[in-house]
């Protein structure tokens, strides 16, 4: 018997450089005789709440897959392939009017394009350990 999963992959958080407090160790007296913990600030680079629209999150899907793999082993199962789920996109621009550059020169219309494509997620094949395929 066989068993199908898919494992998405999701999207790299985008980072950003903030200052933040850290702790030194170190205690103080406050104001009133209560005690207050020594912080220095520190840059760091921390997650932000969007996502990249174009890099996938390589150490996260890795985890995903490993977590799948771990459960279709406890469930008996052996992995036969893990086949990637790839999707594209592309972005284009044309103009067919006349226009004239800086320099005097003239053409008649541009156009560029480009295409790119990444892994959506991957599709894990496994087989029941101990039966043999038909």
């Given at each position: 018997?066989?068993?199908?999963v898919y494992v998405n992959a999701h999207f790299k958080p985008l980072m950003k450089v903030q200052s933040v407090k850290v702790p030194t160790g170190e205690v103080k007296k406050g104001l009133f005789g209560g005690?207050?913990?020594v912080t220095r600030k520190e840059k760091q680079l921390v997650a932000t709440d969007e996502f990249s629209?174009?890099?996938?999150?390589g150490e996260r899907l890795t985890a995903d897959i490993n977590q799948a793999v771990a459960s279709l082993n406890s469930e008996g199962y052996e992995v036969v392939s893990?086949?990637?789920v790839?999707?594209?996109?592309y972005q284009y621009r044309y103009n067919t009017e006349k226009w004239?550059?800086?320099?005097g020169g003239w053409g008649w219309g541009y156009g560029y394009g480009y295409g790119f494509s990444m892994t959506e997620g991957v599709t894990i094949l496994a087989r029941k350990v101990g039966q043999v395929p038909t």
């Open positions: 018997m066989n068993k199908v005690k207050k913990e629209d174009c890099t996938i999150d893990i086949t990637p790839t999707s594209g996109s004239v550059s800086p320099s």
